[in-house]
């Protein structure tokens, strides 16, 4: 059983910085891509960025420039670093992965950004 556990969420104060994990049960070496998304509330959960084994990444426009995904490969964990965090960032966010066509999802890290 694929399990994916976040962290590193809490209270920010507007501009401030912080780095979001996610641990992951099973190599993800071989794991294409690996996505972070975030859900708002009353808003539908929204991709931020993914991250590719070549080592590229993708951002939504709302993000870029300001957070980052990488990985550790030997820690099995993807990080998300935001930095200038928004009041509009404050969201519950996820990680996802896709193995094997199967969707796995961990449990949300609340990040709540004040202005």
């Known amino acids: 059983q694929v399990q994916l556990v976040e962290s590193g969420g809490g209270l920010v104060q507007a501009g401030g910085s912080l780095r979001l994990s996610c641990a992951v049960s099973v190599s993800i070496a071989s794991i294409s891509v690996m996505g972070w998304y975030r859900q708002a509330p009353g808003k539908q959960r929204e991709l931020v960025g993914t991250?590719?084994?070549?080592?590229?990444?993708n951002y939504a426009d709302s993000v870029k420039g300001r957070f980052a995904i990488s990985r550790d490969n030997a820690k099995n964990t993807v990080y998300l670093q935001m930095g200038s965090l928004k009041p509009e960032d404050t969201a519950v966010y996820y990680c996802r992965v896709t193995i094997i066509g199967r969707i796995y999802w961990g449990q949300g890290t609340q990040v709540t950004v004040s202005s």
């Open positions: 991250s590719t084994s070549g080592g590229s990444a």
